[in-house]
Protein backbone atom coordinates (compact mmCIF):
# COMPACT_ATOMS: atom_id res chain seq x y z
CA UNK A 1 0.00 0.00 0.00
CA UNK A 2 1.32 3.31 -1.20
CA UNK A 3 1.76 6.48 1.33
CA UNK A 4 -0.01 9.83 0.17
CA UNK A 5 2.22 12.92 1.18
CA UNK A 6 0.58 16.41 0.02
CA UNK A 7 1.82 19.65 0.22
CA UNK A 8 -0.03 23.11 1.16
CA UNK A 9 -2.26 24.47 -1.51
CA UNK A 10 -1.27 27.16 -3.55
CA UNK A 11 -2.47 30.56 -1.47
CA UNK A 12 -3.05 33.31 -4.18
CA UNK A 13 -1.97 36.35 -3.50
CA UNK A 14 -0.14 38.93 -5.92
CA UNK A 15 2.97 37.80 -5.33
CA UNK A 16 2.18 33.85 -6.29
CA UNK A 17 0.18 35.35 -9.08
CA UNK A 18 2.96 37.44 -10.04
CA UNK A 19 5.34 33.94 -9.81
CA UNK A 20 2.63 32.02 -11.96
CA UNK A 21 3.10 34.53 -14.44
CA UNK A 22 6.53 34.65 -14.43
CA UNK A 23 7.29 31.16 -14.72
CA UNK A 24 4.48 30.93 -18.13
CA UNK A 25 6.52 33.77 -19.53
CA UNK A 26 9.44 32.65 -18.99
CA UNK A 27 11.70 35.14 -16.96
CA UNK A 28 14.94 33.51 -18.62
CA UNK A 29 13.96 35.63 -21.55
CA UNK A 30 12.15 38.58 -19.81
CA UNK A 31 12.89 40.98 -17.22
CA UNK A 32 10.17 40.99 -14.84
CA UNK A 33 9.55 43.90 -11.97
CA UNK A 34 6.40 43.26 -9.80
CA UNK A 35 4.45 46.41 -8.20
CA UNK A 36 7.15 49.14 -9.62
CA UNK A 37 6.17 53.12 -10.72
CA UNK A 38 7.55 54.24 -14.20
CA UNK A 39 8.12 57.44 -15.40
CA UNK A 40 5.64 58.40 -13.02
CA UNK A 41 2.91 56.65 -14.05
CA UNK A 42 0.49 54.40 -11.86
CA UNK A 43 1.80 51.36 -10.30
CA UNK A 44 2.17 48.00 -12.37
CA UNK A 45 1.24 45.05 -11.00
CA UNK A 46 3.84 42.67 -13.01
CA UNK A 47 6.09 45.47 -15.62
CA UNK A 48 7.54 42.85 -18.46
CA UNK A 49 10.44 43.94 -20.94
CA UNK A 50 10.29 41.62 -23.63
CA UNK A 51 13.94 40.85 -25.22
CA UNK A 52 12.52 43.09 -28.08
CA UNK A 53 12.75 46.27 -25.40
CA UNK A 54 8.95 46.09 -25.60
CA UNK A 55 7.18 46.76 -21.91
CA UNK A 56 3.95 44.51 -21.20
CA UNK A 57 2.11 45.22 -18.10
CA UNK A 58 -0.05 42.82 -16.35
CA UNK A 59 -2.61 43.99 -13.89
CA UNK A 60 -4.14 41.26 -11.34
CA UNK A 61 -7.81 41.24 -10.48
CA UNK A 62 -9.05 38.77 -7.87
CA UNK A 63 -13.03 39.33 -8.66
CA UNK A 64 -15.04 40.72 -11.42
CA UNK A 65 -16.10 44.01 -9.54
CA UNK A 66 -12.54 45.00 -8.65
CA UNK A 67 -11.55 44.39 -12.71
CA UNK A 68 -14.77 45.91 -14.08
CA UNK A 69 -13.77 48.90 -11.82
CA UNK A 70 -10.23 48.93 -12.95
CA UNK A 71 -11.70 50.47 -16.72
CA UNK A 72 -12.45 53.49 -15.43
CA UNK A 73 -8.73 54.40 -15.18
CA UNK A 74 -7.59 57.14 -17.24
CA UNK A 75 -5.16 54.99 -18.97
CA UNK A 76 -7.44 52.80 -20.32
CA UNK A 77 -9.96 55.90 -21.73
CA UNK A 78 -6.09 57.37 -23.15
CA UNK A 79 -5.08 54.01 -24.84
CA UNK A 80 -8.28 54.19 -26.54
CA UNK A 81 -7.73 57.72 -27.91
CA UNK A 82 -4.27 56.37 -29.24
CA UNK A 83 -2.26 58.71 -26.31
CA UNK A 84 0.55 56.61 -25.46
CA UNK A 85 2.83 57.87 -22.91
CA UNK A 86 6.50 56.86 -23.50
CA UNK A 87 5.74 54.33 -20.52
CA UNK A 88 2.43 52.96 -21.64
CA UNK A 89 2.67 49.56 -22.09
CA UNK A 90 2.77 47.91 -26.08
CA UNK A 91 1.10 44.67 -24.54
CA UNK A 92 -1.27 44.91 -21.30
CA UNK A 93 -2.86 41.52 -19.65
CA UNK A 94 -5.43 41.18 -16.96
CA UNK A 95 -4.85 38.07 -15.05
CA UNK A 96 -7.80 36.74 -13.21
CA UNK A 97 -8.32 33.24 -11.35
CA UNK A 98 -9.89 30.70 -13.87
CA UNK A 99 -13.63 31.30 -11.91
CA UNK A 100 -13.62 34.62 -13.64
CA UNK A 101 -13.26 33.26 -16.99
CA UNK A 102 -15.89 30.25 -17.05
CA UNK A 103 -15.94 27.60 -19.66
CA UNK A 104 -18.36 28.27 -22.42
CA UNK A 105 -20.64 25.71 -24.06
CA UNK A 106 -18.54 25.89 -27.33
CA UNK A 107 -15.57 24.84 -24.73
CA UNK A 108 -13.95 28.49 -24.72
CA UNK A 109 -13.44 30.37 -22.27
CA UNK A 110 -16.05 33.61 -21.47
CA UNK A 111 -14.86 36.80 -21.53
CA UNK A 112 -16.44 40.10 -20.36
CA UNK A 113 -18.16 41.99 -22.74
CA UNK A 114 -16.53 44.79 -21.24
CA UNK A 115 -12.98 43.71 -21.61
CA UNK A 116 -11.22 46.21 -23.52
CA UNK A 117 -10.35 44.84 -27.37
CA UNK A 118 -6.26 45.19 -26.82
CA UNK A 119 -6.49 43.39 -23.45
CA UNK A 120 -5.29 39.88 -23.27
CA UNK A 121 -6.15 37.75 -20.42
CA UNK A 122 -3.87 34.99 -18.24
CA UNK A 123 -6.05 32.73 -16.29
CA UNK A 124 -4.43 32.05 -12.86
CA UNK A 125 -4.76 28.45 -11.53
CA UNK A 126 -3.44 25.57 -9.63
CA UNK A 127 -1.42 22.27 -11.23
CA UNK A 128 -1.13 19.57 -9.34
CA UNK A 129 1.48 17.25 -10.21
CA UNK A 130 1.73 13.65 -8.16
CA UNK A 131 5.22 11.64 -8.39
CA UNK A 132 5.94 8.13 -7.01
CA UNK A 133 8.79 8.11 -4.36
CA UNK A 134 11.36 5.32 -4.69
CA UNK A 135 9.16 4.21 -1.41
CA UNK A 136 6.11 3.95 -2.76
CA UNK A 137 4.97 7.67 -1.10
CA UNK A 138 2.57 9.57 -3.77
CA UNK A 139 3.89 12.67 -3.61
CA UNK A 140 0.80 15.55 -4.38
CA UNK A 141 2.22 19.07 -5.24
CA UNK A 142 0.28 21.88 -5.77
CA UNK A 143 1.79 24.41 -8.27
CA UNK A 144 1.05 28.80 -9.43
CA UNK A 145 0.48 28.48 -12.80
CA UNK A 146 -0.79 30.72 -15.69
CA UNK A 147 -2.63 30.34 -18.70
CA UNK A 148 -2.85 32.85 -22.04
CA UNK A 149 -5.99 32.25 -22.88
CA UNK A 150 -6.78 36.00 -25.17
CA UNK A 151 -3.49 37.43 -26.51
CA UNK A 152 -3.11 40.86 -26.15
CA UNK A 153 -3.39 42.72 -28.92
CA UNK A 154 -0.39 45.67 -29.65
CA UNK A 155 -1.11 48.76 -28.40
CA UNK A 156 2.04 50.21 -30.13
CA UNK A 157 5.42 48.73 -31.11
CA UNK A 158 7.58 51.86 -29.62
CA UNK A 159 10.77 50.23 -27.29
CA UNK A 160 10.58 51.41 -24.17
CA UNK A 161 13.36 54.37 -23.57
CA UNK A 162 16.43 53.15 -22.41
CA UNK A 163 16.07 55.53 -19.20
CA UNK A 164 13.35 53.69 -18.15
CA UNK A 165 15.02 50.38 -18.72
CA UNK A 166 17.99 51.87 -16.70
CA UNK A 167 15.03 52.62 -14.02
CA UNK A 168 13.81 49.25 -14.02
CA UNK A 169 16.91 47.51 -13.95
CA UNK A 170 18.03 49.81 -11.22
CA UNK A 171 14.71 49.29 -9.17
CA UNK A 172 15.18 45.61 -9.30
CA UNK A 173 18.84 45.81 -7.93
CA UNK A 174 17.59 47.83 -5.07
CA UNK A 175 15.10 45.14 -3.86
CA UNK A 176 17.38 42.35 -4.39
CA UNK A 177 19.63 43.85 -1.70
CA UNK A 178 17.36 45.11 0.81
CA UNK A 179 16.26 41.56 0.87
CA UNK A 180 19.37 39.99 0.78
CA UNK A 181 20.26 41.92 3.93
CA UNK A 182 17.10 42.24 5.60
CA UNK A 183 17.59 39.73 8.19
CA UNK A 184 21.48 39.79 8.58
CA UNK A 185 21.76 41.72 11.54
CA UNK A 186 25.81 41.46 10.85
CA UNK A 187 25.37 44.42 8.28
CA UNK A 188 23.92 47.50 7.78
CA UNK A 189 23.07 48.40 4.55
CA UNK A 190 20.83 51.85 3.99
CA UNK A 191 19.23 52.23 0.68
CA UNK A 192 17.32 55.10 -0.46
CA UNK A 193 13.24 54.84 -0.31
CA UNK A 194 11.53 54.07 -3.45
Same mark, same amino acid.
Given at each position: ????? +???????????????? !???????????????????????????????????????????????????????????????????? !????????? +????????????????????????????????????????????????????????????????????????????????????????????????
Amino acid at each position: MSKLA +KSKPVTWNARSVQYAI !ALQLDFFKHCMVPNIHLGGNDEMDLAILSPTKLLWEVEIKISRDDWKRDLDKSKHIDWQNKKFASTSP !ARFYYAVPW +KLVPESDTGGRMLPEWLPKHAGVIAIGNTRDTKSQPDGTQVITDKPSATIIKTAKPLHRNQLPQKYIDEMYRKLSIRYWKAAYKNDPGSTIILPEQ
